[in-house]
């Protein structure tokens, strides 16, 4: 994942990152695989479950006179293959009580607000998580998984347009007929546009932020780019796709109904080591979706960064957001 999408969007301020798993961008083999196994719903399989604990949080050192200060942090929700508790939230006294909300039912932020920080003068928040995540294994048997007929309303906009998932761009429009035209079943259409993605576009890591069309002008891309290719072109076929962020990684799901009308999300991994409809993967689930709105923000966000703002500053405030895993010490050290 690009770097700058943990970045914050910062008025007068300067950023330090804390983000230990920031850049990774191939899936790690599991440290532990407690032998503990969970079977969820049919076709669905959760497996070797992992206990984590996280530190979310911001640290903001002001020099000068700073009044305003308002900021957001991206804790993470609970879905299937994730439980999570926070055991615990810490906040100096300069910073009023922390405020949630959920956006999109696909990302929480924690608001926090500091009315005025004088020269010198330092505020901080953190929040200790618990997490438990489980692997998601393919299912034993893809009988009767198929598009929806009649698409769920809380799944109809994973069919449309998002930023950087160009799925009228007419290259993509023509792609998207071509591959798995001749599959026999929505399984293996996914299936087949995911093999496809994987081998069209090659593995390039990059600061610069492209689409889905850009990627396949040029062949070339990281796990966003192959994560929006492959969702465009499931889009495109009537298999609602989205995307998932994990720290410094993001990878694709799309969504399927059994002959039963249930509807369940099955990921894979577009830029890595090969894993369709399961994932080996245990850092924590930031958001899914990719198209997001952020109250004070006109345009839909792709990824809900952390932010901060300040109505005033006499001098360049210091900020640092923090998302690291604290219960362990030999934490793989990802590449940029």
Not at 238 to 247: K, N
Request: with cysteine; aromatic share 8%.
């Amino acid at each position: 994942m690009k770097s700058k999408m943990f970045s914050a969007v910062i008025a007068l301020v300067t950023v330090i990152s804390s983000n230990q798993y920031s850049g990774e961008l191939l899936a790690q083999p599991p440290n532990q695989r407690p032998t503990k196994h969970v079977v969820a719903r049919e076709n669905v399989s959760l497996v070797h479950p992992q206990n984590q604990r996280w530190r979310f949080g911001m640290e903001i050192t002001s020099p000068g006179l700073t009044t305003g200060i308002s900021a957001t942090i991206t804790l993470p929700l609970e879905w299937p293959e994730q439980k999570v508790v926070i055991v615990s939230q810490e906040k100096s006294d300069n910073v009023r009580p922390v405020r949630m909300r959920t956006l999109g039912n696909g990302v929480q932020q924690g608001i926090i607000s500091i009315t005025r920080l004088n020269p010198g003068e330092s505020a901080h928040v953190y929040f200790t998580i618990d997490v438990e995540r489980s692997i998601m294994e393919a299912p034993q048997s893809i009988s009767g998984l198929a598009r929806p007929e009649i698409v769920p309303p809380a799944v109809r906009k994973y069919l449309l347009v998002s930023p950087f998932i160009e799925i009228r761009d007419p290259a993509i429009v023509k792609v998207s007929r071509e591959v798995g035209y001749d599959a026999e079943n929505d399984w293996q259409r996914a299936e087949l546009i995911y093999d496809w993605v994987r081998e069209r576009i090659r593995y390039q890591f990059d600061e610069k932020q492209r689409g889905a069309a850009e990627a396949l002008k040029i062949g070339v891309g990281d796990c966003e780019e192959l994560t929006s290719l492959f969702i465009a072109m499931c889009r495109n076929n009537g298999i609602p796709a989205r995307a998932v962020w994990i720290p410094g990684h993001c990878y694709p799901e799309f969504y399927l109904e059994n002959a039963a009308g249930q509807g369940f999300w099955f990921p894979c991994q577009a830029a890595g080591t090969r894993a369709f409809g399961a994932m080996p993967e245990y850092r924590p689930v930031l958001q899914k979706g990719d198209s997001i709105r952020v109250p004070g923000n006109s345009r839909p966000q792709r990824y809900v960064a952390e932010t901060l703002k300040a109505v005033k500053a006499t001098a360049n405030p210091v900020v640092k957001f923090i998302r690291e895993r604290v219960d362990t010490e030999n934490q793989p050290t990802p590449d940029q």
